[in-house]
């Protein structure tokens, strides 16, 4: 093992040896190295005649570049997005993530998270967190309904086990937050760390948790950790803000999660991917939220040697992220309009969703499928009672030309996020069609 990796591993140790625990293999080898990168950033403050470091090109003490491919970024010097990006990502960046976070988090303050590392992308987030917490043949625990990606990096890229619980209750009124709790409780029984992934706003459903069953879940994980269970808790946070009932808790339950035992690692994995509507930006983030051991221990060094690793498992895959997206999201968020823009894209969402339900109200829909529980994100969906979903997609796609998800054989995904409002009924009059034509 590097003595760079052995270094960190020895403060997690001290500061809480339950998250060392808790770390894969490559998270546990994983560290960021002092070579030509660390060099580099001394010569950077120090070099003032000559600074012969750096792997870019240079030309009258500014970042060479070509005027055909600089000249379409308005608004933003050369120098502010052709250098490379450090691995843990732009420092006013993280800087200004994490203020946001405590900002739409309320039950951050007083706590202590560590500074977000920048991820190419909420899925290169997952992806880290696998590589952090996942060795072949874990278990993670997911529910029924969750993003197919998980798949993917979980089971092939990762090798770990997925294990499913059912995602809400028998009469669509809510999660079936006895079938979480079974599902890690058996887990916890085998003696082994459990891993669990909370997906809210939820992809499929565009369900989140009511603050009653947000503080259900916390509490039963809470609960596991006290009975001497390691819990690894990723909170993918890709729709998060997306609100849009009073009921409907307004947090990530990464800030119940966080600092709530030591034996609870939460890691919130977010972006701006769907907050700030930039999907082909790739910018995501990796937040770390622990418990010391002893109350007076200082989480900074602990904090510090994570967001090291996680670094460390960025520049091994993918160096760094793009710098020209760092710079445009920063400068986004730094204008003065910025909030009052992301109120009226959420307005104009949440006015799609509520048409939706106003729709589905009528009863003629009722014996061609049922409405799962909705109330935030991007996406609804139904449960078809008669037809196959991949039949009825087919159908309505080569026969009517609308296009929907079909998911497992009785589940359609509507995502009214790319839809206009007034082609709400006209969509769900279309389906009903379907639906009759295939019976």
Same mark, same amino acid.
């Given at each position: 093992m590097n003595v760079l990796a052995e270094e960190s591993n020895a403060v997690i140790k001290q500061l809480n040896p339950y998250v060392y625990d808790m770390l894969s293999r490559m998270g546990k080898e994983l560290f960021f190295p002092r070579g030509i990168l660390t060099?580099?950033?001394?010569?950077?403050?120090?070099?003032?005649?000559?600074?012969?470091?750096?792997?870019?090109?240079?030309?009258?003490?500014?970042?060479?570049?070509?005027?055909?491919?600089?000249?379409?970024v308005g608004g933003l010097e050369p120098d502010a997005f052709l250098p490379y990006a450090p691995s843990f990502g732009l420092p006013t960046l993280r800087e200004q993530w994490q203020k946001s976070l405590f900002e739409k988090n309320s039950?951050?303050?007083?706590?202590?998270?560590?500074?977000?590392?920048?991820?190419?992308?909420?899925?290169?987030?997952?992806?880290?967190?696998?590589?952090?917490?996942?060795?072949p043949g874990d278990v993670v625990i997911l529910p029924d309904m969750m993003w197919g990606n998980y798949n993917m990096t979980f089971g092939v890229r990762n090798q770990a086990r997925v294990v499913t619980y059912n995602?809400?209750?028998?009469?669509?009124?809510?999660?079936?937050?006895?079938?979480?709790?079974?599902?890690?409780?058996?887990?916890?029984?085998?003696?082994?760390?459990i891993i669990t992934i909370l997906n809210f706003p939820n992809n499929p459903s565009g369900y989140s948790p009511t603050v009653a069953e947000a503080e259900k879940i916390t509490a039963i994980l809470v609960d596991i950790a006290q009975k001497g269970s390691n819990v690894v808790v990723g909170c993918d946070d890709a729709y998060f803000?997306?609100?849009?009932?009073?009921?409907t808790m307004k947090e990530s339950i990464f800030s119940l999660l966080a600092g709530s035992h030591e034996r609870i690692a939460a890691v919130k994995l977010d972006g701006a991917t769907k907050e700030d509507y930039v999907w082909g930006l790739r910018t995501g983030f990796v937040t770390y939220g622990f418990c010391a051991s002893q109350a007076s221990q200082d989480l900074g060094p602990l904090y510090?040697?994570?967001?090291?690793?996680?670094?460390?498992?960025?520049?091994?895959?993918?160096?760094?992220?793009?710098?020209?997206?760092?710079? $445009? !999201? %920063? &400068? +986004?968020?730094?204008?003065?309009g910025y909030g009052d823009e992301k109120k009226e894209k959420f307005d104009i969402l949440k006015s799609r969703a509520q048409a939706i339900k106003s729709?589905?109200?009528?009863?003629?829909?009722?014996?061609?499928?049922?409405?799962?529980?909705?109330?935030?994100?991007?996406f609804m969906c139904v449960?078809?009672?008669?037809?196959?979903?991949?039949?009825?997609?087919?159908?309505?796609?080569?026969?009517?030309?609308?296009?929907?998800?079909?998911?497992?054989?009785?589940?359609?995904?509507?995502?009214?996020?790319?839809?206009?409002?007034?082609?709400?009924?006209?969509?769900?009059? $279309? !389906? %009903? &069609? +379907?639906?009759?034509d295939l019976k």
């Open positions: 060099q580099s950033a001394e010569a950077k403050q120090k070099a003032h005649k000559i600074n012969a470091t750096i792997g870019i090109a240079k030309e009258k003490g500014k970042v060479m570049s070509l005027s055909s491919i600089t000249s379409p039950s951050l303050e007083g706590k202590c998270v560590s500074l977000p590392v920048v991820t190419s992308g909420i899925t290169h987030a997952v992806s880290t967190f696998a590589d952090m917490w996942m060795d995602t809400f209750n028998a009469d669509l009124t809510g999660l079936d937050i006895e079938a979480f709790e079974k599902a890690v409780r058996d887990r916890a029984a085998t003696g082994k760390k803000g997306l609100f849009f009932e009073e009921e510090a040697a994570m967001e090291q690793k996680t670094a460390g498992c960025i520049r091994g895959n993918s160096s760094n992220v793009s710098h020209l997206s760092q710079s $445009i !999201l %920063l &400068k +986004g968020m730094e204008a003065a729709v589905l109200k009528d009863p003629v829909y009722r014996d061609a499928w049922d409405v799962y529980p909705f109330n935030s994100g991007y449960r078809l009672k008669d037809v196959d979903a991949e039949t009825l997609r087919l159908h309505l796609l080569d026969t009517y030309g609308v296009g929907l998800i079909a998911i497992g054989q009785r589940n359609i995904r509507v995502a009214f996020s790319c839809m206009e409002e007034d082609e709400v009924k006209v969509l769900f009059d $279309i !389906l %009903l &069609k +379907g639906i009759k």
